[in-house]
């Protein structure tokens, strides 16, 4: 975002460059923050009401309390495209407790500080979707116990940590495990699995997060009558999928064709070829292929991420 685009802080549209929050705001302090990433489509949100119900239900157990009504919020998007001339573009909502006041009682709440910006589309690599991405799997571990593992909160050093781990050696993502050595999720997706022509992903009880893109690849499969479910899963059924797949707002369907050195696939398939690597995808494993030896999107994958598309232009026509 350049320091001219207008943003939304409060009640105030103001330049980004002019932008401020309270220095004592629970959110700098604490990191006590609830945030949402959108994807704009030709001017429209897509799936604003999903993302603003599930801000304001982990605003209800973080006591992050926005304001601003969902009519409100659909207001404020719309007038910061408009003024930052904006089609195809991400939206970020960020809502912290507020600034901190000693005199609060527990069970109340000031307002919510809530920042909206709005700026243009970046893309991920277009050879992500038309070869595959490499992603790793991560050391650190996601922690199911932890009751904000289900909620999308501005604590995120955890995944920056993994993720950096993961571009180190060139990867599109890191894999986290929890502390059952449960597949839980990537540090900025959800994780899908196919095997057998069925489609499976992490429950959010391993530590998932319950996004927004999962749920429409979920309602994708169940219209494509593809059989999904959510179940605990561990490294071996990560190196026996056939497919593997990443979902979020922003990337939407993206194939994953490496995990480390292991290549992604059925065993049978001819067109597999040998990784070059003996490490096995498990953690301390081997860094990630190099891209120019990825493999290819497997048809369940590619099936789904054209689902996803339609869905989007369904709505968002």
């Known amino acids: 975002m350049s320091q001219g685009e207008l943003m939304y802080v409060s009640g105030r549209y103001v330049a980004a460059a002019e932008a401020t929050v309270s220095a004592s705001d629970a959110g700098l302090l604490l990191g006590a923050g609830l945030f949402e990433t959108l994807r704009i489509y030709g001017g429209r949100t897509f799936r ?14 973080m006591r992050i309390f926005v304001r601003e009504t969902d009519d409100e919020i659909a207001a404020i998007i719309a007038r910061l495209l408009e003024a930052n001339g904006l089609g195809d573009a991400r939206v970020r909502l960020t809502a912290t407790r ?17 920042i909206v910006a709005a700026g243009p589309m970046t893309h991920y690599p277009k050879e992500f979707y038309d070869q595959g991405a490499s992603v790793i799997v991560s050391d650190i571990k996601a922690n199911e116990t932890d009751p904000t593992s289900v909620h999308k909160t501005t604590s995120y050093a955890r995944n920056l940590l993994a993720l950096r781990e993961a571009h180190r050696v060139h990867a599109a993502e890191a894999l986290l495990f929890n502390t059952r050595n449960r597949l839980a999720e990537g540090t900025l997706s959800n994780v899908f699995i196919v095997k057998g022509g069925r489609l499976a992903t992490p429950p959010v009880e391993d530590g998932a997060l319950p996004g927004i893109a999962r749920a429409v690849v979920l309602e994708a499969a169940a219209e494509a009558g593809i059989p999904a479910e959510q179940r605990s899963l561990v490294i071996r059924d990560l190196l026996d999928a056939d497919e593997v797949f990443l979902t979020n707002s922003v990337m939407e369907v993206m194939p994953v064709v490496r995990i480390e050195g292991h290549e992604v696939g059925p065993k049978d398939d001819p ?5 070059g690597h003996g490490t096995p995808a498990v953690p301390g494993g081997a860094a990630a292929a190099s891209p120019d030896r990825l493999g290819r999107p497997g048809p369940v994958t590619r099936r789904l991420a054209e689902a996803y598309r339609d869905m989007v232009a369904r709505e968002t026509a």
């Open 48 to 61: 604003l009401a999903a993302h603003l119900a599930r801000l304001r239900a982990s605003g209800q157990v």
């Open 98 to 114: 507020g600034p901190l006041d000693p005199h609060l009682e527990d069970d109340a709440a000031p307002r919510a500080t809530l």
């Open 271 to 275: 067109a597999r070829q040998p990784s």
